[in-house]
């Protein structure tokens, strides 16, 4: 089983900047997928930035050029670097693992972004 912790959020004006952090139980080299996901309310949790196992990553379209998702091996720990913060970012970040272990999310971090 994986746990996911993660940490960093909260309240930003737009164009600010945030960095979320997910902290997994295990080495990330183990889990084929790390994934971070958004809901704001009233719809659907999305993808946002993903990143594998051998570090290759993916974008939303409507985060790219302005979110990066990186790793720390030794950390184990993977991150969201959000930059240039707009108010339609604003919803719950959700971090998740994908592995021979399933399926696992983290408790899910607020981002308000302001106008």
């Known amino acids: 089983q994986v746990q996911l912790v993660e940490s960093g959020g909260g309240l930003v004006q737009a164009g600010g900047s945030l960095r979320l952090s997910c902290t997994v139980s295990?080495?990330?080299?183990?889990?084929?997928?790390m994934g971070w996901y958004r809901q704001a309310p009233g719809k659907q949790r999305e993808l946002v930035a993903s990143?594998?196992?051998?570090?290759?990553?993916n974008y939303a379209d409507s985060v790219k050029g302005r979110f990066t998702i990186s790793r720390s091996l030794a950390r184990n720990t993977v991150y969201l670097q959000m930059n240039s913060l707009k108010p339609e970012d604003t919803a719950v970040y959700y971090c998740?693992?994908?592995?021979?272990?399933?399926?696992?999310w983290g408790q899910g971090s607020q981002v308000t972004v302001s106008s």
């Open positions: 295990r080495s990330i080299l183990s889990i084929n997928f």
């Open positions: 998740k693992s994908s592995s021979v272990f399933g399926d696992s």
């Open positions: 990143i594998t196992s051998g570090g290759i990553t």
